[in-house]
């Protein structure tokens, strides 16, 4: 089976950072496009960034121009970098992975488990 390893998050003050980190564990022969989501208490999941399967990255634009997203190809890993953190990041965050053809378990979901990420003034 496939395993997503997510790590990183904790609680820090406003304008202060964080990192994620999403990693994925399967065949070598598959490749990964790993994307971050967030939940708020009470509201929907939305998206935040990540790669497409060209690897072009992609930003949610509450983000922009404050998280950077990077990968490690070799490693099946992909960072979130989280700077000049607000109040409204808070939230719950989920590595999405989308995989290439016939990689993941059709069983398996390819949401990770979650982070929390806290951020207090």
């Known amino acids: 089976r496939v395993k997503v390893v997510e790590s990183g998050g904790g609680s820090v003050e406003a304008g202060g950072s964080l990192s994620l980190t999403c990693g994925v564990v399967g065949p070598a022969h598959c490749t990964y496009w790993m994307n971050w989501y967030r939940q708020a208490p009470g509201k929907e999941r939305e998206f935040v960034s990540g790669?497409?399967?060209?690897?072009?990255?992609k930003y949610a634009e509450s983000v922009k121009g404050r998280f950077t997203i990077s990968q490690d190809k070799s490693k099946k890993t992909a960072y979130l970098q989280m700077n000049s953190l607000k109040l409204e990041d808070t939230a719950m965050y989920y590595c999405l992975v989308d995989s290439s053809d016939s990689c993941w378990p059709l069983d398996q979901s390819n949401w990770g488990q979650g982070i929390q990420v806290t951020v207090s003034s």
């Open positions: 790669f497409d399967r060209r690897g072009s990255t």
